[in-house]
């Protein structure tokens, strides 16, 4: 076998190891993280000390409904050190809510709710928004994530 025949079978085994080692460390991590990573919508799955946020995406705004039966627009209302599970639908068109300082993001689906679990850690003002384009103004579907 000469070198080049050797050396290219070498580097092609340490590309496909590095490979299977990244592979086998997401996977880990995905089935460590299930509860963050959007699932179709089932009470059963949610955390016990959970507070359900009813997420609803429309055309071109988000409407949060808390469990006291109070909504707000565009404005999510969560503490710091709680858990919450928002579980999100859509009126119209498919949207995606992302909250890029929790690494949160979900589908929203019309007739297909899922849902999403997570706690904030540090209090402050956090922007969320819409990252899939939805219609002439998808860029209004902004807001803002108050927690204190």
């Known amino acids: 076998m000469n070198s ?27 089935d460590g993280h299930k ?3 959007a699932q179709p919508e089932n009470n ?5 000390n959970s507070t359900i946020i009813k997420v609803t995406g429309y ?17 999510l209302y969560v503490t710091a050190g709680h858990t919450y599970t928002l579980q999100v639908q859509s009126k119209d ?9 929790l690494g949160v993001q979900v589908y929203a689906v019309p007739g297909h709710p899922n849902q999403v679990t997570f706690e904030p850690t540090k209090q402050g003002t956090f922007i969320f928004e819409c990252v899939e384009y939805c219609g002439q103004d998808h860029y209004l579907m902004r807001g803002y994530m108050e927690v204190s």
């Open 59 to 75: 055309q071109w705004a988000w409407s949060f409904t808390y469990t006291n039966g109070t909504t707000s627009t565009d404005y």
């Open 35 to 37: 509860a963050n990573i």
């Open 4 to 30: 080049k025949v050797k050396n290219e079978l070498i580097y092609t085994i340490v590309v496909l190891a590095i490979l299977l080692v990244v592979a086998v460390i997401n996977v880990n991590y995905i």
């Open 93 to 101: 068109v498919i949207h995606d809510l992302l909250i890029p300082n």
């Open 44 to 48: 059963s799955t949610v955390p016990a």
